[in-house]
C-alpha cells in the first residue's frame, strides 16, 4: 500500500520535469510562429523569380547619390536592380530616375528603362528610351547615354532629338559638360545638327 506523502512526492517530481519542458515547448511554438505584419519588407533584397529562369538576387527600390568637387548633387533611384558577378559594386537598374542639381540653381532630370551602374568606375550607362529634362528648357530624347558619377560629364552614344527655346531639333550626339574647372554646365550637340526654328511670341 503506498503512503499518501509517498504520492505526493511522486506528483511534485513528475511536475518539476514536466512544467520546464512544457514551457520550453510553448516558447519554441512562439519563434516558429510568424509575426503579423513582419515579412522582410524593410529588407533591401528580395528574391525573385521568372519562368525559365533560376532565383535571382534583387535590390529593391536603390538609391546612389553623389557630389561633385563643385558641389553639385547626383542622384539616381530605380525600381529595382541586380548585382552584377554577385558584385554590389556593379548593377543593372530598371526604371532608372537620375536627378543633377546644380549649384547655380538648374537641374536636369533623366530616365530610363535600363542602366548599367558601375560604382567602381563612377559611371552610369543608360539604355532604351533615354529622356532628358533641363530647367533651362530643353527636352531631349535619346536611346543610350553614358554618364559620370563624380563629375558633370555625360554624352550620348546615339542620335538625339528635342526641343529647346529655340525651336525643334536633331543631332547626332549631346554632351552634358562644366565650362572649365567649376564652370557653368552647358549642352553642347554635334554631328549634323538640325534646327527647325521657332520664335516664342513676346
Known amino acids: 500500500m503506498v503512503r499518501g506523502g509517498d504520492t505526493y512526492s511522486s506528483v511534485i517530481g513528475w511536475l518539476k520535469i514536466l512544467l520546464p519542458v512544457a514551457a520550453l515547448m510553448l516558447l519554441s511554438t512562439l519563434f516558429l510562429l510568424p509575426r503579423q505584419g513582419d515579412q522582410g519588407a524593410e529588407l533591401p533584397y528580395a528574391a525573385g523569380t521568372e519562368a525559365g529562369d533560376a532565383t535571382r538576387e534583387q535590390i529593391v527600390a536603390p538609391r546612389y547619390a553623389g557630389t561633385t568637387p563643385k558641389g553639385d548633387r547626383l542622384t539616381l533611384t530605380a525600381d529595382s536592380a541586380e548585382p552584377i558577378d554577385g558584385s554590389l559594386s556593379r548593377v ?111
Open 92 to 202: 543593372r537598374a530598371h526604371r532608372l530616375d537620375a536627378q543633377l542639381d546644380m549649384t547655380d540653381g538648374s537641374t536636369i532630370t533623366l530616365s530610363a528603362n535600363e542602366a548599367l551602374v558601375d560604382d567602381e568606375d563612377k559611371s552610369a550607362d543608360l539604355e532604351g528610351s533615354v529622356h532628358i529634362v533641363s530647367s533651362t528648357g530643353y527636352v531631349i530624347d535619346t536611346e543610350r547615354m553614358l554618364t559620370a558619377l563624380d563629375r558633370v560629364d555625360a554624352e550620348t552614344l546615339t542620335p538625339v532629338s528635342g526641343s529647346g527655346p529655340a525651336g525643334q531639333f536633331t543631332a547626332g550626339k549631346m554632351t552634358i559638360t562644366a565650362e572649365g574647372s567649376g564652370g557653368d554646365v552647358q549642352l553642347l550637340f554635334t554631328g549634323g545638327v538640325n534646327l527647325i526654328y521657332d520664335p516664342q511670341d513676346e
